[in-house]
């Protein structure tokens, strides 16, 4: 696979499915690169599924930063986009640009993805002119988890308009792509066919130009609990947990470590 670059991206929309995972470090960056993954989100979802946080409210730039730059060590391929934290953007246009640049500087990241629709326009457009590539992205948006009273699907009734028009404005400031969070099928449908930039959808239906999941999702490293949107393509949290308790079994034993792994 060659490089993934912005305008490979918005060349495959309705030809070839995107694909996007989220990863937070060195290693797992190396190995979703390595599989082919088109793109890598180093989302602010860091701060529920690696650093303990509530949720993604308390992630920091510097946090984002820090942590995309292992990303980025390892990607040879896959195309990185780095959130922008709840905060680090909507004060003004002069911060925006301010902290954007300087994730992008010195993350080695290739875009940031900001949440935000109609409101967030004058700011995707201020960054878009200062050459700094944005993701979108609208429907369940996690840094107004308060405003919303939860982790609640979007998009139902008298907000489906407004969802639309949300789009419209997310690619008229000059996004080159999309992401719908939590929203009916049909609707993640009408809003892929309305733009002619990429939608990548979670829990938006089959019908987006791509799909995104967060990667301890998709592992099964974070327990039981699996939102409907989530397909677990493995347990990994079963057999590092199995692996551990043979591990503090061999020793106990003495069974490990052994003669072949002992220096002579």
């Known amino acids: 696979m060659d490089k993934i670059t912005v ?19 060195y290693p797992t960056a190396k190995i979703v690169d390595n599989a082919g993954v088109h793109t890598i989100l180093v989302g602010d979802s860091v701060g529920s599924v ?3 946080y509530p949720n993604t409210i308390p992630v920091t730039v510097d946090e984002m930063i820090h942590h995309t730059k292992a990303v980025t060590r390892a990607v040879k391929q896959s195309f990185v986009i780095i959130d922008m934290p709840f905060m680090s953007y909507h004060e003004s246009i002069v911060q925006a640009k301010k902290n954007a640049g300087r994730m992008i500087k010195e993350s080695g990241a290739e875009a940031v993805k900001l949440e935000g629709g109609t409101k967030m326009k004058d700011v995707i457009r201020a960054l878009v002119d200062i050459e700094i590539p944005v993701v979108g992205h609208i429907g369940l948006t996690p840094q107004s988890i308060h405003r919303m009273g939860g982790y609640k699907v979007q998009g139902k009734g008298a907000e ?13 400031a000059g996004a080159f792509m999309i992401v719908l969070e939590c929203v009916p099928r049909q609707l993640g449908k009408e809003i892929t066919e309305v733009l002619s930039i990429p939608t990548i959808g979670i829990g938006a239906g089959p019908d987006c130009d791509g799909q995104v999941l967060v990667i301890h999702d998709l592992l099964g490293l974070l327990g039981d609990f699996r939102p409907k949107f989530v397909k677990q393509y493995c347990n990994l949290r079963q057999d590092i947990g199995g692996a551990v308790k043979n591990f503090i079994e061999e020793v106990k034993s003495g069974a490990f470590p052994d003669d072949s792994h002992s220096f002579h």
């Open 7 to 25: 305008p490979v991206l918005k060349g495959m929309k309705g030809k070839e499915k995107i694909t996007m995972l989220t990863a937070y470090d």
């Open 50 to 52: 690696v650093l303990g």
């Open 160 to 172: 489906v308009d407004a969802l639309i028009a949300d789009a419209k404005a997310v690619e008229e």
